[in-house]
């Protein structure tokens, strides 16, 4: 996944970024709905909650970056879940794109090629394990999660 140095710059970055989490996640949504309209229906009208579950999840993977095992059995669960919900692999790429570039203005200058390069590592494994998670058979997702 991803080295100690990148590690510590996700986590550095996130800090940053941390108490803005709720309004980065707001600006993704209306990002991602801006260019890819089809994916809407993907999600309730009231989009409020799910912009605080992409915070909690940005915290949690932010958090378990040591537990790599840990992370990546979620992310399998995760997965599965977003695929019930008909998530297809193909909108993975289009969510790590618009999530970092969200991310990058955010950021702004902090926001440097090999924080770049690291939280885009992050993002492809996320998006992989998910896809794999969808695709496999996982057990469902517990309730408190």
Same mark, same amino acid.
Do not use: C, W
């Given at each position: 996944? /991803?080295?100690?140095? $990148?590690? @510590?710059?996700?986590? *550095?970055?996130? +800090?940053? !970024?941390?108490? @803005?989490?709720?309004? !980065?996640?707001?600006? #993704?949504?209306?990002r991602l #709905? *801006?260019?890819?309209?089809? %994916?809407?229906? /993907? #999600?309730? *009208?009231? !989009?409020?909650? @799910?912009?605080?579950?992409?915070? +909690?999840?940005?915290?949690? %993977?932010?958090?378990? /970056?040591?537990s790599r095992d840990e992370l990546r059995e979620r992310l399998l669960l995760l997965g599965k879940s977003h695929a019930k919900l008909g998530a297809e692999p193909a909108h993975y790429a289009l969510v790590g794109e %618009?999530?970092? $570039?969200?991310?990058? *203005?955010?950021l702004d200058s902090r926001w440097t090629p090999e924080l770049d390069a690291a939280w885009g590592r992050l993002l492809t494994f996320v998006a992989e394990t998910m896809i794999e998670g969808g695709a496999g058979d996982v057990v469902d997702l517990p309730k408190s999660a």
């Open positions: 996944m /991803l080295d100690n140095r $990148e590690a @510590q710059l996700v986590r *550095e970055a996130f +800090q940053h !970024i941390s108490l @803005q989490l709720v309004g !980065i996640s707001a600006r #993704f949504y209306a #709905f *801006e260019r890819a309209p089809a %994916v809407r229906p /993907l #999600f309730a *009208e009231d !989009i409020g909650p @799910q912009t605080a579950k992409l915070a +909690q999840t940005l915290t949690y %993977v932010v958090s378990a /970056l040591s %618009v999530l970092t $570039e969200v991310l990058a *203005e955010t």
